[in-house]
């Protein structure tokens, strides 16, 4: 029952800042006016607040999972009215702070060790608060030459794995219903995005793996002009505290500080797309919460011509298998030449559509989306939007979601968002095309693969000894028709699942018909004869229940 409480403190606090009006026209709107007799009138400094102001703080109060939405909402300016973009903007490092002595203690139980050994100083007034963690200034002990060097200490927030446990389960919640239900559930796959969701969220909450994602990236961008990382103080980090040298920069989606610094925002904004498609395509780690609060601009006066980024937050960063690396990328080669056959075979031989699709037809289908949007100026065309209506119409061709590929489609739409903010004009298209078509070619090319050669080369000698024997075992199987059953991990996952459910309907159902019982026998008890509104409300508790459990047990699909 914690989801079905949990959607219902959802439903409150959308009414309690009166957002019900956001939801018109869809299948919640129903369940609000239901629920709005039940729910207190806003206060006057409520209803006095803009509709983004209210939005903002609706998402604060729900939690972790929902201010990241914001985050994400807040840098899509073409998406999101104006004024309530500026309000999600400030969930980027604005959020609620909680007790900077709280933050004190967290840090000196993680580190086992007292602040004023670990730190020279330690400012307990939080220089940015977001939804998971809260960033404090401090400085370290004075080293052999007597300087001490400026960090920021990043806090995880008390209880917070709880609060996202609570969100997950009722996600999870929310799956089962989709599983049951909806009619394309296996193409949908709602527990794999659920449980990619977990993950990242599992990921955001070890800041000592959030230090090694920074590590790894300051590697791959050392001494570059493009991309600048923050360093990571090791002997000051933990499960739950985090470490970084300070860096001073200006928050990439600050027009205004930009302009007076000097700073040549489409040279910027071209080199954001440079950056995120070798972090891509080059390196296979990409910065995947890549929001204007967590990318900043360097504001050294010597960079003015040639501006770099700094990055932040390193929480989540995304990775991808080198088979779905390389359709990725043909995928957009495939676009940007308008290759629309192409994008079909791509699709197919990616696994991402059954092989009984018929390529004309997914030919034809990618035509009709992209087509229209080529008849425009290539500074106007989304390369976000155009990727999001071919999955759509995909999707009718039993498009299989790639649970891997949404941190990939969420960044590419975060800096898709930040580099048509910082020029409007900005043509990802031009910029994007060169920087994929020459990391294709180092990536495949003859050089690299004899590389790759060389390093399996012990691994195949070893095992060559093995083949002729496992060659002729094999040949013997296919000539006598004996065929060992060879079950994947994933037929393994699978099957675990289709028992564990049938076991949960199965419990469910027992629980139910027993609830039922015991409603018609507290029913029957109550004296003063079986009217409607005599029933004690012991029978109204167990009869809703068994009709809950009845319905979760009901078999849906096949």
Sequence with gaps: ????????????????????????????????????????????????????????????????????????????????????????????????????????????????????????????????????????????????????????????????????????????????????????????????????????????????????????LRRFWQDSDDLYVPEVIWSHTAERVLTLERVYGIPSDDIAALDAAGIDRRALAAKGVRVFYTEVFRDNFFHADAHAGNIWVDSDPGRRANPRFIALDFGIVGQLSDEDQYYLAENFMAIFNRDYRRIAELHVRAGWMPSHIRIDELEAAARAVCEPYFTRPLSEISLAEVLLKLFRTAQRYELTLQPQLILLQKTLLNIEGVGRLLDPRLDIWAVARPVLQRILVERYSPQRLASEFRKRLPELVTHAPEMPRLLHAWLTQQVEGKHELNLRSRDLVELNRTIRTAQRKTVAAVLGVGLLICAAVLYGLEAGGPRFWSVPASAWIAGLGGAWALLAAWPRGQ
Excluded: C
């Excluded at 709107?29 to 903002?56: H, I, Y």
């Excluded at 729900?62 to 807040?74: D, E, M, T, W, Y």
């Design 1 to 216: 029952m914690k989801p079905v409480f949990r959607a219902w403190r959802i439903g409150r606090v959308l009414l309690r800042y009166r957002l019900d009006d956001l939801l018109d026209d869809t299948p919640v709107e129903g369940w609000l006016k239901l629920a709005r007799p039940f729910v207190p009138r806003a206060s006057n400094d409520v209803a006095r607040l803009s509709r983004g102001a209210r939005l903002r703080m609706a998402l604060q109060e729900l939690g972790p999972i929902f201010v990241k939405f914001g985050q994400i909402l807040s840098t899509r300016r073409d998406l999101v009215p104006p004024d309530v973009a500026e309000e999600l903007a400030l969930l980027q490092d604005r959020v609620q702070p909680f007790d900077g002595e709280a933050a004190r203690a967290i840090v000196e139980n993680a580190l086992q060790r007292p602040i004023a050994e670990a730190f020279a100083q330690f400012d307990t007034t939080p220089l940015a608060s977001a939804s998971i963690a809260q960033v404090h200034a401090a400085t370290l002990p004075p080293d052999a030459n007597g300087v001490s060097r400026e960090i920021v200490v990043k806090v995880l927030r008390p209880d917070i794995e709880k609060q996202i446990a609570g969100d997950i389960a009722l996600l999870k919640a929310v799956a089962g219903i989709v599983n049951r239900t909806h009619p394309a559930a296996d193409k949908i796959r709602p527990h794999l995005i659920v449980e990619e969701i977990e993950n990242t969220l599992a990921a955001e909450l070890d800041l000592q793996r959030e230090g090694a994602n920074a590590s790894v």
